[in-house]
């Protein structure tokens, strides 16, 4: 599966649920965001669906699609020991 079909899966599947973050910042720009994200950044109760596709999108500009890839996989993985996700969610 590549970038490029997780953000069409994700942007498309009806039943997936939106994570609702707690108040971040959000005026701030995707490059922020991401800068935020990549840098470990808490964001209340994580980071929403939205937000999380606007950090992929700047990953692919940055990096390409294979290490934007690597980086969202990553940045996720440690979000989630930072938040205490279930197990399944670490499954990437």
């Known amino acids: 599966m590549t970038l490029t079909d997780i953000i069409n899966y ?6 997936l649920r939106r994570t609702q973050a707690s108040p ?5 720009t995707d ?4 800068d935020l994200w ?3 950044g808490m964001f209340g109760d994580g980071i929403s669906h939205e937000q999380h596709l606007r950090i992929a999108g700047v990953l692919h500009r940055r990096h390409g ?3 934007a ?3 969202l ?7 989630c020991e930072r938040y205490g996700c279930p197990e399944s969610s670490m499954q990437l």
Do not use: C, F, I, Y
């Open 65 to 67: 699609a294979a290490e």
């Open 73 to 79: 996989l990553n940045g996720t993985r440690s979000a």
């Open 69 to 71: 890839k690597e980086r």
């Open 38 to 40: 990549e840098g470990g």
């Open 31 to 34: 490059e922020e965001l991401t």
């Open 24 to 28: 971040t910042p959000l005026d701030v």
């Open 10 to 15: 994700s942007t498309t599947n009806d039943t």
